[in-house]
């Protein structure tokens, strides 16, 4: 098992969020919601308007998204999914726990506390990404205007 931060599109309510719930792929269980305790540009870019992590601390926002617990099967199908190494890398994180969500027999992290996770950040970007608006928290639907244009999939089907 592993722990997992996820900021983007795998989020709940986001387009790539069914590949978390899909058993196909393995297990996830949804844990909480976070924030990284550092700051990080979280970008939109690129022809599809993907959200990347630019693995820049120091700059922009402390991320919030969810943290997940996932087994084996599921974190290799994440590193397939996220590209790796061509388009992310996996690295820990450090986290602020905003909101348990899990389960109660699982063991409960409370609100403020700090724990770790694995994070999908890019591991190449574009020279001007770094100047682009930088956002604290992703939401495909948000009022940035930038329409999510998707993954190609054909390898996950």
């Known amino acids: ?14 387009p790539n969020n069914f590949y978390m719930t899909d058993k196909r792929n393995g297990h996830a269980w949804l844990l ?3 924030v990284t305790t550092q700051t990080f540009p979280l970008v939109i870019a690129g022809q599809n308007n993907i959200p990347f992590l630019l693995n820049i601390p120091g700059q ?12 084996e099967a599921l974190l290799r199908f994440l590193d397939d999914f996220e590209d790796i190494p ?17 389960p109660a ?4 992290l409370a609100p403020g506390s700090v724990t770790q996770a694995f994070v999908y950040s890019t591991t190449t970007y574009q020279p001007d990404w770094p100047s682009l608006t930088h956002y604290a928290n992703y939401d495909s ?17």
């Open 1 to 14: 098992m592993a722990l997992v931060f996820v900021y983007g599109t795998l989020k709940r309510g986001q």
């Open 32 to 34: 909480a919601s976070a």
């Open 60 to 71: 922009g926002h402390r991320v919030h998204g969810e943290l997940y617990k996932v087994d």
């Open 86 to 102: 061509d388009m992310y890398q996996r690295s820990p994180v450090t986290l602020t726990v905003e909101e348990w969500l899990g």
């Open 105 to 108: 027999h699982e063991e409960e």
């Open 141 to 157: 639907r948000g009022d940035h205007g930038l329409i999510y244009g998707g993954r190609d999939t054909t390898q996950h089907n």
